[in-house]
């Protein structure tokens, strides 16, 4: 039997997968089949060296975080920059642990953080439901309001809210536990940021499921909540995680508005300039260690949490 | 004013106690600044509860002043540091002790001293500031544009509760005087930690070698060392030791060549503001009368100056703290040996201690044909902030009195690193002398870095020397900064002098 | 077979009673509801769309109401308040007073009216082109490379999850460790130098304003990637297979793929990111302080000068000028946002 030898074949096929069974022209086919293999694997290879050339990028400030937090102060203040530290201090950490109230800042963090995210994501999800679906007289100008407040800059803020927090009488003497945590609380409840990420994933959702759901006779709260949430949870898991770092990494307004030590956060108690001595000078060792400690817990939070994300609720139950 | 009367008249109400307990408070305080061994022991029993941290009951008698008989709480505003949590917690305990109806609260904030300024001020819009705070000579002037500090003149006058003559005598008066140079009449703000600047030097390498041309031929030695002055050291020594490098290495290069050089000099706005002073020269003046400020430097004699350092830079002479992107401090250049001395701050000597050489201690260079020495003056003062409550003031300025006690004050200087005492009579105090005795100490270790510095800090104290503090004099100063920074870059991509000093009095102007 | 049996109810008036197929009509845009089986007169509820949205008129408010009340306090008035500030004189913060109005802080931040007896300059000579210079170039930049990256790590097999958790770990770094690591490497005698042999270039401190935006661009890029790369792979996780099955039948090429079907079937997601980019790049500040510890290049120059840095610089002294600036800033982004808006309208699917 003469071999045919299809030179031409991709053009003329629509699909590789195609396999010819024509007996010994089987063997032609492998090695068309072998070259687009060879191609896809090229491909794939530099795809990987691309991404972990990235990746080190990346990596590489993360690791010189833990590496300073091990160093002696006097080594990172030297003129030669070392990549591995000459004498490993564990004792930094140590420091750090017995220095500062960790149950109680933890305490006060995990409470402001869980009441911070439930609040966020309630008010979040209600805001955009109310500007992806529903239809009112105002809606595109009270999105561009939301928008705009955006447009100022945070430092701006501080004093007006800082103000209008003294007058509700959450911060001033007499501070306790509740007033401070309200104050933590209530002024970033509402994200703009957040509400517009999500009304954008509510409107990918097709208007065909509304419509089924009002030939069901459900009501708007039974469709957002039975449908239109599952629908978005990647996103809202998204939120759920960024809301909370947010909160775990809040520095600059609970150190303002906290009077006493007794209800500051994790990040104040550890960040920023704490770590200072009498003559103005950073110890670096110090902070790094007490920002690996901050930082820690939250990257283990997100990796927990990110396989929801990664895992995308049934979004093909639509088209099906 | 008013309420001083009121205080005045509840005390009559008590006119049959006040009079005995005055007279033995008075008389105790003033044994306790008599220079005698025995008025140590008298003045121990007072304060004997603070401090030396003997855990023993103490029994006996601490003579309570009771000058507040109301029961009256006050805050204090301090800024955390590792082991001063302790010690002040210590002198709280012994100042109840003495004032039985007065309960003291601290409050620590951490970060920099300008956290605690940001801290006062944001308390003050809404209400809630305390009534003693730590605070540098600009922030006071701050607290003074609300009228919130008060006076504390008329409390230093009074002849209860005041400053005695010899208690006056007793404060170190350069430490004393700027707090009465604020752009009101009166005594606004009072000493508490103060320090100075020293120069630190290598003495393994640099005492015995001889260099030509350098101390009429003869080796150099401490005195050569301590009477420093920039001309000598610039124009002579500093390219004699260059050469000598060449053939006997002293100094170990590194990588950064930004770090190396012979003199290096942590605060470039210190340098410059030094160096205007000692060469008698205007940096910015305050008009008490009229309270009005003005900035001087912009004059081509500061110029021609500046041109001189610029070249010095450039030739590796002097190194700059944060100039040419240097970490911010020399002390580690020093510790390392890529700089032979340096000029640091007296209370940060624990960064300019290496068990490697010998450090000496010197004072900073200074103008050729001055009279007298001069060095600037740093640390935080403290300020009684105004509640319109005299029973709170009165406590805040008896507290700060028993801060500042002598043995209170030598407390606080031995054991919270580098702080100098700031009454005459710590230095004279036998416990005092005792632990700072250079020839008890070894060598290279840093007990001997301490002594030597304190031993300096008694000598220059009356020299130091403050410029004047009004709103805006920190912008000024963080002007100057950047203004040394850029005339010591030796990088070729600077604007022209006349550029950089009209940049920097545009933004003083700014703020003023 | 509803409709038979109702027809059949024996109903006097049964040839009055419309026959409608339950559901969405797209002709006549309306939603009919087989209500009940025994009201014989209505047993269907036919309803526009337009009524059921109208429905929801006033009960949007509802949803609505608590997220107002703190806007309107938190966000809104600090807004206002800004705005009003800026029309005072020597505004002070910490007393509530002030000198009177005047429209003069705008000209005094632009640089036409004098304060003090000088002129600011550093405002329109490095503020607004510095901030300009940084939006444009770093948002489309990072846009583009987490797009990508995301891209990217979505269609790898092995390691998928170790990557995608690598690429948000800035998001975690602190800001001060990020700044040290730039230091050292933009050092004069660091690897960037090393490995492009430029011997002591320096690229941070003394250096010239074009050199040191390459460290600071490199710097604000790596911070925002990984929030992109999040938000766009949970945006590529909603993609639908299909399409892609149907690429691949068609043997189309990866870039086809990409720009034909990935990027429009993102483009809520795009939009998103580059609407609040923008904004946030307009914003930036946090950056040059640290990288650089200070808002310039060398000493007191302050060349590195951004909008939100000046605002900060003058808040607590000058809060009037701050105000004035933080309006302007307010404006600009405005007009940029409401531009982007339109030219997205037809590009944005949903």
Not at chain 2, 350 to 372: C, L, R, W
Not at chain 3, 256 to 279: A, C, D, E, G
Request: with cysteine; aromatic share 14%; charged share 15%.
């Amino acid at each position: 039997m003469e071999q045919v030898k299809y030179n031409n074949f991709e053009n003329e096929s629509f699909n590789d997968d195609i396999v010819l069974s024509i007996g010994e022209k089987a063997r032609t086919v492998e090695a068309i089949q072998r070259a687009s293999n060879i191609r896809q694997v090229i491909g794939t290879v530099i795809t990987y060296v691309l991404i972990l050339f990235a990746a080190l990028i990346v990596i590489f400030p993360f690791y010189w975080m833990i590496i300073t937090s091990l160093k002696l102060n006097d080594e990172i203040q030297g003129s030669q920059q070392t990549f591995f530290p000459n004498i490993v201090m564990w004792t930094n950490y140590v420091y750090v642990f017995q220095t500062f109230d960790f149950t109680n800042y933890m305490i006060n963090t995990i409470v402001v953080g869980i009441f911070s995210t439930i609040g966020t994501i309630l008010t979040t999800i209600a805001a955009a439901f109310a500007f992806a679906r529903l239809k009112f007289k105002g809606k595109d100008a009270l999105f561009a309001i939301f928008l705009m407040t955006m447009m100022i800059p945070g430092e701006m803020m501080v004093i007006s809210n800082y103000i209008t927090v003294a007058s509700f009488g959450w911060i001033g003497e007499g501070q306790t536990r509740v007033d401070a945590y309200l104050a933590m609380v209530m002024p970033f409840l509402v994200s703009v940021f957040y509400i517009y990420l999500l009304r954008q994933n509510f409107k990918q959702i097709p208007n065909e499921l509304y419509l089924a759901a009002k030939v069901d006779g459900k009501s708007d709260w039974t469709f957002l909540w039975k449908v239109m949430v599952p629908l978005a949870a990647p996103t809202i898991i998204t939120i759920v995680i960024l809301k909370f770092m947010g909160t775990w990494n809040a520095y600059v307004w609970p150190n303002l508005i906290t009077d006493t030590p007794e209800f500051r956060l994790i990040s104040n108690g550890l960040r920023g300039s704490s770590f200072v001595d009498l003559q103005n000078r950073t110890q670096y060792g110090y902070q790094m260690a007490a920002t690996v400690l901050v930082t820690v817990p939250l990257f283990l939070l997100f990796i927990f949490f990110r396989k929801y994300i990664m895992r995308g609720f049934g979004r093909a139950g639509i088209k099906g | 004013m008013i309420s001083l009367k009121g205080e005045m008249n509840l005390m009559k109400k008590n006119l049959l106690l006040l009079p005995i307990i005055a007279c033995l408070g008075l008389a105790s305080s003033c044994t306790g600044t008599d220079t005698s061994i025995a008025s140590v022991t008298a003045s121990d029993s007072e304060t004997s509860v603070s401090v030396e941290n003997t855990s023993e009951e103490d029994t006996s008698e601490v003579v309570a002043d009771n000058f507040i008989t109301e029961p009256t709480t006050i805050e204090f505003v301090v800024k955390t540091g590792k082991d001063n949590a302790a010690l002040i917690d210590d002198y709280v305990a012994g100042f109840e002790k003495t004032e039985p109806n007065v309960t003291v609260n601290v409050t620590a904030i951490s970060g920099s001293y300008t956290d605690v300024h940001t801290k006062i001020i944001n308390g003050i819009t809404i209400g809630d500031y305390p009534d003693l705070t730590v605070c540098y000579p600009d922030h006071v002037a701050d607290y003074m544009s609300y009228n919130k500090v008060v006076n504390i003149q008329n409390y230093i006058d009074n002849d209860e509760y005041g400053w005695t003559a010899d208690d006056r005598e007793d404060m170190i008066d350069a430490f004393v005087t700027p707090g009465a140079e604020y752009s009101m009449p009166g005594t606004y703000s009072v000493p508490f930690s103060k320090s100075t600047e020293a120069l630190f030097y290598n003495k393994d390498a640099l005492l015995g070698i001889t260099l030509p041309g350098v101390n009429n031929g003869q080796v150099i030695n401490e005195h050569y060392m301590n009477n420093l002055t920039w001309e000598e050291l610039m124009d002579n020594f500093c390219p004699a030791i260059m050469t000598y490098n060449e053939t006997t290495p002293i100094l170990t290069t590194s990588e950064t060549t930004s770090n190396n050089g012979i003199l290096g000099y942590d605060s470039e706005a210190n340098l410059f503001i030094t160096l205007l002073e000692q060469y008698g020269y205007d940096y910015t003046t305050l008009d008490q009368i009229t309270g009005e400020a003005s900035v001087d430097f912009n004059t081509p004699k500061v110029k021609a100056l500046a041109a001189k350092f610029n070249a010095y830079a450039k030739e590796h002479y002097i190194v700059g703290g944060k100039a040419n992107g240097n970490s911010g401090y020399c002390s580690a250049y020093f510790q390392a040996n890529n700089i032979l001395m340096n000029v640091g701050s007296t209370g940060g000597l624990t960064y300019e201690y290496t068990k490697d050489f010998n450090i000496g201690v010197a004072p900073i260079p200074q103008a050729a044909g001055s009279e007298a020495n001069k060095t600037i003056s740093q640390g935080p003062d403290i300020c009684l902030l105004d509640h319109n409550d005299s029973n709170r003031e009165l406590a805040s300025w008896l507290f700060y009195k028993y801060l500042t006690n002598t043995d209170n004050s030598i407390d606080w200087a031995t054991n919270s690193t580098g702080y100098m005492p700031v009454r005459q009579s710590c230095y004279d105090n036998e416990d005092y002398i005792e632990l700072n005795d250079i020839s008890e100490q070894t060598e290279k270790t840093e007990d001997m870095l301490r002594a030597l510095v304190s031993h300096y800090g008694e000598a220059v104290s009356d020299e130091t020397f403050t410029s004047p503090a009004f709103k805006g004099s920190t912008t000024c100063r963080d002007a100057v900064q950047g203004l040394m920074e850029e005339i010591m870059t030796f990088s070729t991509e600077t604007s022209s002098f006349d550029d950089m000093f009209n940049s920097a009095v545009t933004d003083c102007l700014k703020a003023m | 077979m509803a409709k038979t049996k109702i027809k059949e109810a024996g109903n006097l008036f049964v040839s009055d009673i419309p026959h409608y197929d339950e559901g969405y009509n797209k002709e006549g845009n309306t939603i009919v509801r087989l209500v009940s089986n025994r009201r014989n007169k209505k047993p269907y509820q036919v309803t526009g769309i337009q009524d059921v949205a109208a429905d929801n008129n006033w009960k949007a408010w509802i949803y609505l109401a608590p997220i107002l009340v703190l806007i309107v306090v938190f966000l809104i008035y600090p807004l206002v308040n800004t705005i009003f500030i800026s029309f005072l004189k020597d505004y002070n913060y910490v007393t509530g007073q002030s000198e009177g109005f005047t429209f003069e802080n705008f000209g005094i931040v632009l640089g036409i009216t004098p304060y003090n007896g000088v002129y600011e300059t550093d405002f329109v000579e490095y503020a607004i082109p510095n901030t300009f210079i940084l939006v444009f170039l770093t948002v489309p930049l990072t846009t583009l490379i987490a797009l990508l990256i995301s891209v990217a790590l979505n269609s790898i097999k092995w390691f998928k999850n170790a990557l995608q958790i690598v690429f948000f770990l800035p998001y975690v770094t602190n800001m001060i460790a990020v700044g040290m690591v730039f230091a050292v490497i933009f050092n004069t005698n660091g690897i960037i130098n090393y490995l492009f042999d430029l011997g002591e270039k320096a690229w941070i401190s003394g250096a010239t304003r074009s050199v040191a935006f390459v460290p600071l661009i490199t710097y604000i890029v790596w911070m925002g990637l990984p929030f992109k790369i999040l938000i766009f792979l949970s945006g590529l996780q909603g993609i639908d297979k299909q399409y892609y099955q149907a690429a691949q039948i068609d043997s189309a090429p990866h870039s086809k793929v990409l720009w034909r079907i990935t990027v429009p079937l993102m483009s809520p997601q795009i939009l998103y990111i580059l609407i609040t980019s923008f904004i946030g790049a307009f914003k930036q500040y946090a950056a040059i302080v640290g990288l650089f510890n200070g808002p310039g290049t060398v000493g007191t120059k302050k060349n590195m000068y951004t909008i939100v840095y000046y605002i900060y610089d003058n808040l607590n002294t000058h809060t009037s000028f701050a105000a004035a600036a933080a309006v302007f800033l307010f404006a600009i982004i405005l007009i940029f946002t409401a531009v982007q808006f339109q030219a997205s309208k037809r590009r944005v699917h949903y």
